[in-house]
């Protein structure tokens, strides 16, 4: 079973930064992509960015592009994501997910990965 930890989130304000960061429980060959998406409230989880475990290559929404960057720590099995100039409409709660062949839980599909193991989430707040 894959389980996922985030910490991070917190208060800031518009203009400031947060750095997001998931701990993988499975080894790294055993999953094909680390995601980060978002859910404020009354709207869909939206996807903001991941990136393949294999090739290192990395999605953006347009939204975040130039204000969000997504790495990984391969030794500590960590998925980070750092978060700067955020806006208002970045505030939610975020979550961690992973396309794994061991995942279970619920599927969405983004950037041609099937995110199938999640976090529980940390929020963001974005206030003045």
């Known amino acids: 079973q894959v389980q996922l930890v985030e910490s991070g989130g917190g208060l800031v304000h518009p203009g400031g930064s947060l750095s997001l960061s998931c701990v993988v429980s499975?080894?790294?060959?055993?999953?094909?992509?680390v995601g980060w998406f978002r859910q404020a409230p009354g709207k869909e989880r939206e996807g903001v960015s991941c990136?393949?475990?294999?090739?290192?290559?990395?999605w953006y929404a347009d939204s975040v592009k130039d204000r969000f960057t997504i790495s990984r720590d391969h030794v500590q099995n960590t998925a980070l994501l750092q978060m700067n100039n955020l806006k208002p409409d970045d505030a939610g709660v975020y979550y961690c997910?992973?396309?794994?062949?061991?995942?279970?839980?619920?599927?969405?599909?983004?950037?041609?990965?099937?995110?199938?193991?999640w976090g529980r989430g940390t929020q963001v707040t974005i206030s003045s």
């Open positions: 997910a992973v396309d794994s062949r061991y995942g279970g839980g619920p599927v969405l599909r983004w950037k041609g990965f099937r995110f199938n193991s």
């Open positions: 499975v080894k790294n060959s055993d999953y094909y992509a």
């Open positions: 990136i393949s475990t294999s090739t290192g290559s990395t």
